[in-house]
């Protein structure tokens, strides 16, 4: 096929206005990724419709743009469908075109149950470094009086070594 | 923008309110705008089209006044022919056979003039 050809039977014309049936349509979308002076064409005729519409534009009359935002303000947040019959497949399948992007926030996220271990743990880490230092305060006091204790025994018992 | 092609199909009091129709109906396909192989802008003629021939449904259509602007404007200097299997095309969605029918020809003389008419067009944007 002569893409030249092809492209002065007016076909980008037809397929930019609306007017190629749908197999012309199917078969200029196929020829488009395989034909880079065919995507310049629909590039330039593209560019050059948006230069007449702007060339030929008229404001809607007073109060018409309130009126759309108004109706797009009454629209549900999320589409009922991807696909053109708002099916569960075709919107799976759309949704699989999607490509998976990497979270990158500065937090890490956890399971909630591991709030409830961490505060625990911080409270047992607490209680049982409570009893350290209950126990090691216990222990000097016990030790101190172990020591007056000796001491004692050593005064009271010198003059029973004597004998 | 829109509203002046939307102009070329409808009368004068019935544009706003299409034009309010259509940009409710195409808000929730934006996506599909974006991964059209068209800009977003004949996206939206193209299907913002579609809504309208929707709109006015099959049958005999009435004359606008407007039918001869926008588009149609290009082709003032082709043959009337030319200009005439365009506008029931295009501006009306009329079918080519119903043309063909009308013209004793056959589809083929018909996907001929559409294509010379459409050359034009490309030619005078240019």
Not at chain 1, 121 to 147: G, M, N, S, T
Not at chain 2, 62 to 77: P, V
Request: aromatic share 12%.
């Amino acid at each position: 096929m002569n893409i030249y050809h092809y492209i002065d039977s007016g076909i980008v014309e037809s397929y930019v206005l609306g007017l190629a049936s749908p197999a012309e349509a199917a078969e200029f979308e196929k020829f488009l990724p395989l034909h880079p002076v065919l995507q310049d064409r629909l590039h330039d005729l593209e560019l050059r419709l948006e230069e007449f519409a702007l060339r030929h534009q008229v404001p809607p009359p007073a109060g018409t743009w309130e009126l759309i935002e108004d109706r797009i303000r009454q629209l549900p947040v999320i589409s009922p469908g991807y696909g053109q019959n708002g099916n569960r497949h075709a919107r799976k399948k759309k949704l699989q075109e999607f490509i998976p992007v990497q979270d990158i926030a500065p937090y890490i996220k956890v399971h909630k149950y591991y709030r409830a271990a961490f505060i625990l743990f911080a409270l047992l880490w607490k209680i049982f470094l409570a009893f350290a230092i209950y126990y090691y305060l216990q222990y000097r006091q016990a030790e101190k009086d172990v020591h007056s204790l000796q001491h004692q025994l050593e005064k009271t018992g010198a003059p029973v070594h004597a004998q | 923008m829109l509203f002046s092609y939307v102009r070329q199909f409808l009368p004068e009091a019935e544009a706003p309110g299409l034009l309010v129709k259509i940009f409710s109906r195409l808000a929730g396909r934006l996506q599909e705008a974006c991964n059209s192989t068209l800009s977003i802008y004949c996206w939206l003629q193209v299907e913002a089209r579609k809504i309208i021939l929707e709109h006015i449904g099959p049958g005999p259509k009435e004359a606008t006044g407007q039918e001869t602007d926008y588009y149609s404007s290009l082709l003032q200097d082709a043959p009337p022919e030319q200009q005439w299997v365009f506008r029931e095309l295009f501006i009306y969605g009329h079918q080519k056979e119903d043309l063909a029918r009308q013209l004793g020809k056959d589809s083929g003389y018909i996907d001929g003039l559409l294509k010379e008419s459409l050359v034009t067009i490309g030619k005078r944007l240019t």
